[in-house]
């Protein structure tokens, strides 16, 4: 996947959970033959979310998304989850960054409450 549009939206995602989530705790998960490097997985005092690649787009699942206000309108996808919430990411999608580091940001105080 080098090289790949969905390996550079990847690092730039996990560059943004960085920046709302210092100290975040990336780990791989949920290995299989059909995904060896598995799924990674973006924690602080729980787990905030999930960010897996499929042919189309880059999922990034938050674990408690319902949970989270969203005034920017960056979820769309999971909307009827109970729980979850998702951003799906195109190639060339323009992501409201700082709109994305505000909900990483409010899942961390989240898992703190």
Known sequence: ???DWRTDVVDHLRGL??????????????????????????ALDGLICTVE????????T???G????????????S???GTRRAVDVFEGDDLDEDAFVSLVRAAVE???A
Do not use: C, H
């Open 53 to 60: 690649t499929y042919k189309d787009k880059v999922k990034v």
């Open 17 to 42: 959970i960085g920046q709302g989530a210092p100290g975040v705790e990336e780990e791989a998960k949920w290995r299989k033959a059909s995904n060896p490097d598995g799924v990674p997985t973006f």
């Open 62 to 64: 938050f674990a408690r």
């Open 110 to 112: 989240l898992n703190r």
């Open 1 to 3: 996947m080098a090289g």
């Open 66 to 77: 319902a949970s989270l206000d969203d005034p920017a309108g960056v979820f769309n996808a």
């Open 79 to 81: 909307l009827d989850a």
